[in-house]
């Protein structure tokens, strides 16, 4: 499985909408598993995004049609970003030779 970061900024309607913000986050859980996928953990913060999560998802193609599908609720946008463990990172690193 691959790794992902998700960035995700409140929508003028996600802000509307923050007191739901917990059960939409469990209702998301529950997408990313029915698509094959996990998210580890989802975290709130403080700066200039409104929330973190770190997700797996079997591709890069599975991971874009989640976050497609959670934008088109219309409560958040997102950057995704791809991450790599240490030994991935290794891999990487030696088809550099």
Avoid: C
Wanted: without cysteine; hydrophobic residues 40%; proline residues 1%.
């Amino acid at each position: 499985m691959a790794t992902y970061v998700t960035l995700y900024n409140f929508t003028d309607q996600g802000v509307r909408n923050y007191a739901d913000t917990v059960q939409r986050a469990e209702a998301a859980t529950a997408a990313v598993a029915k698509m094959g996928g996990k998210l580890r953990s989802i975290h709130w913060t403080i700066g200039p995004y409104d929330l973190v999560s770190i997700s797996e998802f079997s591709d890069d193609e599975t991971a874009t049609a989640f976050t497609l599908k959670l934008a088109a609720l219309g409560n958040v946008r997102t950057t995704t970003m791809r991450a790599f463990d240490s030994s991935e990172m290794t891999k990487i690193i030696t088809k550099t030779r």
